[in-house]
């Protein structure tokens, strides 16, 4: 089945080059008449003269009339911006629905207005920007066709001004904070509404659905009366100055007294091309991961936060699958230093785009870790309406290191390299997606099993989801800047989804999903399968029930504790085998006091029993402060040496937001399998544009008997200079 999809892949793609879906759905923008003013008031004659966007479409509930609530949108522009400004129509009166001032807010949680940018109008990357109804920002990169990238930040302002029978956005976007090719005068675009006392989601050109409104392959057209302004020399330079302390109680060392400078530079190579530099970058205010109870075998996966990594990060991040990353950032100057970085992404031209990566990081004498260089290389190419062509190249490489001088420090390679090719198929309508790659890997002393190759195809429409995965690890397979947890491994995973819709009653939709996933060694031996069989339920008050039940089959492929705690392990070669099942539930969100739960039932390694109740309350009071506590109990019953084992993990999140510039977040995480309670607050003060000062405190803490184990104070300034 490996070479299956290929020959499926390009059938489809020929025969599904189709138009663009909503090129009919036009909106021509026209030079500004007269200033703007940014106040969220449209009282400027430009806005007056400028053609609106109205009527918009409903897509949730069902997508199969006009929104019940009424939104406007008008666009200008001047020599240096880009400017919108949305009119939200309200039908029902009352307080708006506000999580809080946070930057990149929840969507479902907010009444909110949003649009997407398609500066190629190549249905395939872009930009998001918008606000919630109290004036709360949203910014993003968009990938994949409609996936959002809310870590982006960039400079723009935004206000937003609120009267009893309407909210009004306006915006404006510097051409120099967005990436676009010069000479193109038909843009994709789109405009998003979320009125969550009406339960409607709206959009201006219609999208089904079963997909986002952020789905590109669904937006209209922005014709220019002329073409956009040159962005012309755009180069920021973004410097930080940083003090702190930190102090490891548990190995009673000194305080540590930090003093670090240093900065990033974005250059403009071209209006769509984009060079970032940084010079010993530092991270300290990045949100620390939220802990998990790990009763996994393998590796968990936790997402890129840094900034320097996080423009066009789909060119280097999203080749492969999610167990099959040949490249990873988080690989790189985690737990050691960087000393410089270059990163130059974006679009040659509506066909091409490329990133390429490189950076140095120092070496670590304790553990004998060299200097190390990581370049990345990512080519991609469009091919038919919206799928591509990526290359990639990984390679990592030991600077002046001579394995095994010291016995007793580790042994690390002297380089390791990966090579990939793959084909990501989207049709016209995004109905047909998937994905068919292939990439091999090069360590020394290994020659045989070091490639993977997997595939899949997706068929999307409003009542049915179809599709086949399989993925394929060699035994000798190494991506050390990559994220692989497992190798050896043949996996095979088909999915079937079917929805009914109810003309009437509380029920919107409802209906089954059946998804096996099996797995073989190279000799086709069955070593895992799962089966789900899951149910779902979405409620017209945009609640969400689903209940399932599963059976499990796992061959031990090496000692496993089934804890993670260090007791003992089961024998390489065991056979376990279990039923369970669980349920899931999210809470409307038109309420201030919101909740999820989840539970799982049954069966576990070594005939054992294991419950999971996990669950989120949450309490808004608009729009300062958001409270939330998430919890996770785990009750596992394991024969001797193990015994029953509970597990608790609790973490509660205090976010005030005084100002939409203004933000205060404390976040406690008390975990019991690692023995370790965490206690990380942030004071950000977004005094400019994309310029912060952070006050960040960290503790960390044995919980029995209650005693530090190390501490930290970090002050740091960054500054945001447009040359």
Partial sequence: MRYFLFPAFCFISCFLMAQKKN??????????????????????????????????????????????????????????????IAICYLNKSGPYMIESLRRDFVFGKNDNFIFFIDPFDDRTNGFTFGANAAGAQWDGTLYNGGSADLSWDNKWTSAVRNFPDQWIFEAAIPFKSIRYKKGITNWGINFSRLDIKVAEKSAWAPVPRQFPTASLAYTGNLIWDATPPDAGSNISV??????????????????????????????????????????????????????????????????ERRQFFLENADLFANFGYTNIRPFFSRRIGLGVPINYGARLSGSIDKNWRIGLMDMQTKSVSETGLPAQNFAVLALQRRVFARSNIRFMLVNKQSIDYRPGQ??????????????????????????????????????????????????????????????????????????EVGYVPRNNYIKVNPLVSYLFFPKSGKVLSHGPTISPTYYFNESLHRTDNETILLYKLNFRDQSLFDAWVGRDYVELLKPFDPTNSGKDTLATGSKHSWNAWGTDYISKP?????????????????????????????YRFQPYVSINLSTSYNNIKLPQPWGTTNFWLIGPRIDVTFTNKLFFTT?????????????????????????????????????????????????????????
């Fill in 23 to 84: 090129s009919a759905f036009q909106l021509h923008i026209k030079k500004a008449t007269s200033p703007i003013i940014i106040d969220g008031a449209m009282a400027e004659e430009s806005w007056h003269n400028a053609e609106a966007a109205d009527n918009f479409f409903m897509v949730l509930p069902m997508d199969t009339s006009h929104a019940k609530v009424r939104t406007e949108v008008r666009m200008t522009y001047d020599s240096v911006n880009l400017y919108i």
């Fill in 238 to 303: 973004i410097p930080y100055v940083l003090g702190g302390l930190n102090k490891d109680y548990a190995n009673r060392t000194k305080t540590d007294y930090r003093k670090d400078i240093g900065a990033d530079a974005k250059v403009a190579v071209t209006s769509s091309l984009n060079l970032d530099l940084t010079v010993n970058p530092d991270f300290s205010q990045v949100e620390v991961d939220r802990q998990v109870t790990n009763l996994d075998r393998f590796e968990l996966f936790f997402p």
């Fill in 406 to 479: 010291d016995s007793g420090k580790p042994v690390y390679n002297l380089y390791n390299r990966n090579f990939g090719l793959e084909y990501n198929l989207a049709s016209a309508n995004n109905k047909w997606t998937g994905k068919a790659m292939m990439v091999k890997s090069f360590s020394p002393g290994k020659s045989s099993g070091d490639f993977a190759q997997a595939a899949n195809l997706q068929y999307t429409t409003k009542k049915w989801i179809a599709s086949w995965q399989h993925e394929y690890v060699g035994k000798s397979y190494n991506a």
């Fill in 590 to 618: 038109q309420k201030l006091f919101t909740f999820l739960f989840s539970t799982r039932y049954g069966g576990y390694y070594a005939d054992g029993k294991r419950l999971n109740i996990s669950g989120e309350i949450g």
């Fill in 667 to 723: 976040f406690v995480q008390y975990n019991d399998q690692q023995k370790n309670i965490n206690l990380n607050t942030r004071l950000q003060w977004r005094y400019k544009p994309a310029s912060d000062l952070f006050l960040v405190y960290t503790d960390n803490y044995y919980p029995a008997p209650l005693s530090v184990r190390n501490r930290a104070l970090v002050l740091k300034f960054t500054y945001w200079w447009n040359m």
